[in-house]
């Protein structure tokens, strides 16, 4: 069975710094590109990243282009988002998905994670 | 970048009833790819139609999606008490992957 569980979620205060994880289980994790998705409450989703499956290859949406860092351990097979500089509209939870093949939509989902920024 | 824009915002129909919902996009789909998700309330989303037409595995076939270039639909024939919920479009056909603002199918 499919896996994904996200943690790492919390509070921090503007202009911190969290480091997200997303643990797989269940499939060859590293024959899978990866997504981050996020929403804020009460709103819709939000692409955030994506990656190789080598992890070799990130792209962001710009909104968090140069703020967020997309890696992987394949050894681990554990996702990480690297969140920096933080701001209050970052506030959301974070989902972690795979896709089937490089180019598909994500077909499984984690939970989510909750982050929060504020003072 | 492509912009998603999802009609009607909110759905009110009863069960057993047709539900269509529209995905527009500001240009061009590349290769419809195109994508509809099913979000219930404190869940994470589910997969239902990718490539605009293609049902995910397992969906049930009440789900049906059509449409090319900048305007797509979701269909569901009769609705089910759990397909009440907000619905996503969302373009793949390169980065970045946006999704649509939602579509909230709401018991009437």
């Known amino acids: 069975e499919v896996r994904l569980v996200e943690s790492g979620g919390g509070l921090v205060q503007p202009g911190g710094s969290l480091r997200l994880s997303c643990a797989a289980s269940?499939?060859?994790?590293?024959?899978?590109?990866m997504h981050w998705v996020r929403q804020a409450p009460g709103t819709g989703l939000v692409w955030v990243s994506r990656i190789s499956s080598d992890g070799s290859s990130a792209t962001y949406a710009d909104s968090v282009k140069g703020r967020f860092t997309t890696s992987r351990d394949n050894a681990k097979n554990t996702l990480y988002l690297q969140m920096n500089s933080l701001r209050a509209e970052d506030t959301a939870v974070y989902f972690c998905?795979?896709?089937?093949?490089?180019?598909?939509?994500?077909?499984?989902w984690g939970q989510g994670t909750l982050v929060t920024v504020s003072s | 970048e492509i912009v998603l824009t999802q009609s009607p915002g909110t759905l009110s129909l009863s069960p057993g009833e047709r539900a269509t919902l529209s995905c527009r996009a500001s240009?061009?789909?590349?290769?419809?790819?195109l994508a509809w998700y099913r979000q219930k309330p404190g869940q994470a989303p589910r997969l239902l139609i990718y490539g605009a037409s293609n049902r995910a595995y397992g969906v049930p076939d009440r789900f049906s999606g059509s449409g090319s270039g900048t305007d797509f639909t979701l269909t569901i024939s009769r609705l089910e008490p759990e397909d009440f919920a907000m619905y996503y479009c969302q373009q793949y056909g390169g980065s970045p992957w946006p999704f649509g603002q939602g579509t909230k199918v709401e018991i009437k």
């Open positions: 240009q061009s789909v590349s290769s419809n790819y």
């Open positions: 998905a795979r896709p089937y093949n490089w180019n598909d939509p994500p077909d499984y």
């Open positions: 269940g499939f060859s994790f590293s024959n899978h590109w």
